[in-house]
RNA sequence: GUGGGUGUAGCUCAGCCGGUAGAGCACUUGGUUGUGGUCCAAGAAGUCGCGGGUUCAAGUCCCGUCACUCACCCCA
C-alpha cells in the first residue's frame, strides 16, 4: 500500500456502472423484459461481442463509430484479430446469425436478444459508448406478415407499461409513404427529404424548409413535405389528411394501407399509446416500410428510447435467399439512466440477503452454518457473517446492507434460536426448520412483489 | 470530428490579490463483559490530472497534454 503506485481509479466516459442497489432494480428490469418477450413466443439468441468487419460494415451503413480488437501483445505482422470489431447494434449480428443457421431455424423466426453494444461516439447525456438493447426481430423467408409490424408496438408497450418510467409515445410511420409521396411530388432525392424532415422537432417548420429549399425543392414541394410531417393522429382520418394533400402514387398508396393495418391492429391500446406521425423518419437506415421511434413525452429531446422497423432484404448480403424482416429495439440504457439521474431508482436493496446468521463465538460457528443451511434450503438467501467479530459489528453490517433479518443460533448448549426483524427492532425465539417471516414489506424468499 | 466548461482525500466540494492543503459524508478504532440505525471521542487517507514554463516561492499565473463534462453531429 506505501510505496505502490496507485492508478486512479476514474470513470470512463460513456461506460456506466451502478452500485448494487441500483444494478439490482435493473436486474429486475431485464427479467421483465425477458419475461415479456418470452410471453410472445420469441425465442433468446445471443451472439458474440465481436463480429467480423466485413459483416459489421456490410450495408456500408454510414461506418457507426465501431471499436475494433486487437491485443496488446500481438505481433506487428499478426493480423489475425485485426478483422473484428464489437457490434454497434444487435440487427447485423442478428441478419449474420440467420444466415450462418438457416437450415436450423424454423421461420417466421422471433427472436429476442438483450446485449451490450458499443458505438465509438462522443458520450453525452443519456447516449453511451457501451449500452444494453433490447431487440426484437423477426425475419422469413420472402415476406414478412404485416401482422408482426402492429405486433412488435404491442410488445413494447406490454414490456414498458409494467415499469416505472416517465410518459413516453411510440411513433409509428411508413417509409413507402414518405417515398411515394416524394415521388409523387417530383421530388428528385427523397433521402434529402427524409433526412430534413427527421429533424422537425428540433429545427422546426422554418429550419427543414431552408434545408429542403437548398436541396432544390420549389416552395410549394417544401411547404407539401412539411404539411405531411405534421400529420400526426391515432384515428381513421390520417389516411385521408394526407390525400387532401392532393399528391398520389402507387407506393404512397400502399404504405397508407400499411399504416392503416397496423393503426387498426393496435386500437385496443389505450389512447396515444402508439401514434402515426408521419415526421417519423428514423434517418437513413435500412429501413423500407414501417418505422418506429418512442421517446419521453416531457423530454423528446433526450433521444429516441425505442426504435425499429421494417427492412426488405437484411440477411440477403450473407446468403443467397431474400430475408425481410421487422424489429425494434428498446435502449435499456438510455432510460435507466434517466431515472437514475433523476434519483427515481430507489427500491432496490444493497444485496440479495435474505436472512444473515450471526457467528456468537468461534466454538459456535458450525451451528451457525448448519443453521445457514437449513434457512438457504428452506429458500431463504443467507449469508452466515465471515468472522467472529463482537456481535455488535456483526449486526451493524447486516443493518448497512439491509438485509431484513438477523439470526442468532443459541448462545449455549440449550439455549433458543432467535431472529431479529431489523426493520422493527423485534426479537423473538425461533425454529429454523419453521420459522417464516410475517409482517414486514420485504417478507420472504420471494423477495418484495413483481 | 467541431466548439465551450471543469480537473484538490473514496464521494461532494472549499482554498481570497502566488507563501508547499481543509470541511462534510464515507472509512477505521473506542465509549468493557451477547445486539444495529443516534450521539461523543480519536484516527487513517491527497503524485492538488500529467508535463513543461514564469517566480525566491505555484493547488493558485502561462503553455501543452490527457481525462471528465456540456453543446453540435448522430443516435438506443
Redesign the pocket.
Known sequence: MSDQ??V???????FPEWTPRVRAVEQRWLDHIRAGFESFGFASVETPSVENLDVLMAKGE?SQEVYTLHRLQADPKDESDARLGLHF?LTVPFARYVAQHFNELTFPFKRYQMQRVW?G?????????E?T?CDIDVINVDSVPLHFDAELPRIVHRVLSGLDIPAWTLNVNNRKVLQGFYEGLGVKDPITVI?AV??LH??GDDGVRAILVEAGLTDDQAGACLALARIRGTGADVPARVRDLGVSSPLLEEGLEELTFVMDDLADLPEGAVVADLSIA????YYTGTVY??SFDDDP?Y??????GRYEDLAGQFIRRRLPGVGI???L???FAKLVAEGRIEGGRVCPTDVMVVV?DAERRREALATGELLRSRGFNTEVFHSTA????Q??Y???KGIPF?W?PP??ED?DH?V?D????E?AAADPATWTPTGGPEGGPEGGTE
Do not use: N, Y
Not at 433521444?303 to 425499429?308: P, V
Open positions: 503506485r496507485v486512479r481509479p476514474a470513470p470512463i466516459s460513456g454510414t447494434d458505438r461516439e462522443r458520450p453525452q447525456e443519456g447516449r453511451f459508448r449500452f438493447q433526412r427527421d429533424k428540433k429545427i428514423r434517418g437513413l437506415d421511434e418512442a429531446d433521444g429516441s428510447i425505442c426504435a425499429g429495439s428498446i435502449g440504457t438510455r432510460i456468537p463482537k456481535v455488535g459489528k449486526i451493524q447486516a443493518s448497512k438477523v442468532f448462545f449455549d439455549g432467535e431479529k431489523m426493520g422493527s427492532g426479537q
